[in-house]
T-cell receptor, first 115, second 119 residues
C-alpha cells in the first residue's frame, strides 16, 4: 500500500521569507500524481500544486514550487515570499495514475507565518 | 470552476439517532465520490469510495453498517451515520472527480465539509 509521510508537524517562518515543507512517499508504481493541499481554518481543502510523476520538470505555481525527487521518493513544497494568508495546514497527497482515484494523505504540517 | 457542495455544514444529533450528510457536484457529473473523516489536528482518513449505481467500497476498519453510503445519481452521494454515538463526532468531508476527462488528468474537488456533533 502507498504511504505518505510528513515529518514536520509544525513549521514557522517570518513573513516574506521562504519555507520548505517536506514530504516522502512510498509506492511501487511508476506512474502517479503528487499533490500539496492547503487547509486553512475554514477546513476547505485547497489544491496548491500538483506534480505528475512522469514529468521531470518541477511544478511551479506563482510563489509555490516543488522539488520532486522521484528516485528518492521525495516531494517538498517551497513557499517563497511567505504571506500571512499562507498560514494553514498543508497536506501532501499521493494518487495512483490508473485505477482508484483516491488520495492518500500525509499527516500534515501546520505552517505559521510570523509578522 | 467545478464546485462540490456539502450539506449540512454543521449538525448536532442525539446519541442513537441517524444523521445524513449530502455531497453534491453542482456543475459536473461525478461517477466517483470519496468520503473522508478528519479528527482534530489530524489528517484526512479515507472512509469509502462511492460509485454511482453500485455499492460503495469501504476502507479497512470502517463499519459498513454504521456509515451507509449511497450514490444514487451522478451528482449526489450521501453518508448516513446510523445509531450515532459521541465517538462518531468528527469532521466529514467529501470529494468528487470530474467525469469525462482522461483518467490521468482527473481533478478532484472537495466539499466544504460537515461538522457532526453527537450529544
Amino acid at each position: 500500500a502507498q504511504t505518505v509521510t510528513q515529518s514536520q508537524p509544525e513549521m514557522s517562518v517570518q513573513e516574506a521569507e521562504t519555507v520548505t515543507l517536506s514530504c516522502t512517499y512510498d509506492t511501487s508504481e511508476s506512474d502517479y500524481y503528487l499533490f500539496w493541499y492547503k487547509q486553512p481554518p475554514s477546513r476547505q481543502m485547497i489544491l496548491v500544486i500538483r506534480q505528475e510523476a512522469y514529468k521531470q520538470q518541477n511544478a511551479t505555481e506563482n510563489r509555490f514550487s516543488v522539488n520532486f525527487q522521484k528516485a528518492a521518493k521525495s516531494f517538498s513544497l517551497k513557499i517563497s515570499d511567505s504571506q500571512l494568508g499562507d498560514a494553514a495546514m498543508y497536506f501532501c497527497a499521493y494518487r495512483r495514475s490508473q485505477g482508484a482515484q483516491k488520495l492518500v494523505f500525509g499527516q500534515g504540517t501546520r505552517l505559521t507565518i510570523n509578522p | 470552476g467545478a464546485v462540490v457542495s456539502q450539506h449540512p455544514s454543521r449538525v448536532i444529533c442525539k446519541s442513537g439517532t441517524s444523521v445524513k450528510i449530502e455531497c453534491r457536484s453542482l456543475d459536473f457529473q461525478a461517477t466517483t465520490m470519496f468520503w473522508y473523516r478528519q479528527f482534530p489536528k489530524k489528517s484526512l482518513m479515507l472512509m469509502a469510495t462511492s460509485n454511482e449505481g453500485s455499492k460503495a467500497t469501504y476502507e479497512q476498519g470502517v463499519e459498513k453498517d454504521k456509515f451507509l453510503i449511497n450514490h444514487a445519481s451522478l451528482t449526489l452521494s450521501t453518508l448516513t451515520v446510523t445509531s450515532a454515538h459521541p465517538e462518531d463526532s468528527s469532521f466529514y468531508i467529501c470529494s468528487a472527480a470530474i467525469l469525462g476527462r482522461a483518467q490521468g488528468r482527473n481533478t478532484i474537488y472537495f466539499g466544504e465539509g460537515s461538522w457532526l456533533t453527537v450529544v
